[in-house]
């Protein structure tokens, strides 16, 4: 579904501390989402803070952790309580880990999918209930173009990217009867 009409709507993303994150939230913020920019660390969203609070722009910092279940659920609980509502979830938080495959430990590979992969599905299906009770919501899952070929270096992230890919393309049949 299309991000389009935002009068009243929240917003939230994920990993908004930099990059794609930062951007789009000051983006769905600049359209008049009411904007959740998340960041798992509240001193890295000093930076958005003060840049949306410059330009009028409606953003709230929120701390979330995809990696932790506890956070997700405060987040979310919080937004709830203060909205009433939840319109559109950008799963954006993610880094790329990269090395020859015999060289990656199970740790640093757990972690990579951790955040890439559960992070992602932990976050939708917090927000999940919220999108089915209102019958209306729009799930952004940032995948790469890593989710669709591989390269030397990059089984890792590209092995997660993957499974974002087919991730996505499964929930929105699940979930094309939401609305
Ligand atoms: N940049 C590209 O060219 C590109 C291309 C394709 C796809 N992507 C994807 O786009 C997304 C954003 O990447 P980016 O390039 O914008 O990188 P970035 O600037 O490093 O941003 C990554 C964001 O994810 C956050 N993050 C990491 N682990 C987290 C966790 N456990 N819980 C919550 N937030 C967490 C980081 O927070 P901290 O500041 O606390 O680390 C940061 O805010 C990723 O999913 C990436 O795979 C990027």
Same mark, same amino acid.
């Given at each position: 579904?299309?991000?389009?009409? *935002?009068?009243?709507?929240?917003?939230?993303?994920?990993? *908004?501390?930099?990059?794609?994150?930062?951007?789009?939230?000051?983006?769905?913020?600049?359209?008049?989402?009411?904007?959740?920019?998340?960041?798992?660390?509240?001193?890295?969203?000093?930076?958005?803070?003060?840049?949306?609070?410059?330009?009028?722009?409606?953003?709230?910092?929120?701390?979330?952790?995809?990696?932790?279940?506890?956070?997700?659920?405060?987040?979310?609980?919080?937004?709830?309580?203060?909205?009433?509502?939840?319109?559109?979830?950008?799963?954006?938080?993610?880094?790329?880990?990269?090395?020859?495959?015999?060289?990656?430990?199970?740790?640093?590979?757990?972690?990579?999918?951790?955040?890439?992969?559960?992070?992602?599905?932990?976050?939708?299906?917090?927000?999940?209930?919220?999108?089915?009770?209102?019958?209306?919501?729009?799930?952004?899952?940032? *995948?790469?173009?890593?989710?669709?070929?591989?390269?030397?270096?990059?089984?890792?992230?590209?092995?997660?990217?993957?499974?974002?890919?087919?991730?996505?393309?499964?929930?929105?049949?699940?979930?094309?009867?939401?609305?």
């Amino acid at each position: 579904m299309a991000i389009s009409s *935002s009068d009243n709507k929240v917003a939230v993303v994920t990993g *908004s501390s930099s990059g794609i994150g930062y951007e789009t939230s000051m983006m769905l913020a600049s359209n008049g989402f009411l904007t959740y920019a998340t960041v798992r660390n509240l001193n890295k969203g000093e930076n958005i803070k003060s840049n949306a609070g410059k330009e009028n722009l409606p953003v709230r910092i929120t701390q979330l952790d995809v990696t932790d279940e506890l956070s997700i659920n405060n987040a979310v609980q919080a937004i709830l309580s203060e909205t009433g509502r939840l319109d559109v979830l950008v799963n954006n938080a993610g880094y790329v880990l990269e090395g020859a495959f015999e060289h990656l430990s199970m740790d640093e590979l757990k972690g990579q999918y951790e955040t890439n992969v559960f992070g992602l599905i932990r976050t939708t299906q917090a927000v999940l209930p919220i999108m089915r009770k209102q019958k209306s919501g729009t799930i952004v899952n940032i *995948s790469s173009v890593a989710g669709k070929f591989g390269y030397p270096g990059g089984s890792a992230y590209v092995s997660t990217k993957f499974a974002v890919e087919g991730l996505s393309e499964s929930m929105a049949y699940d979930l094309s009867h939401l609305v």
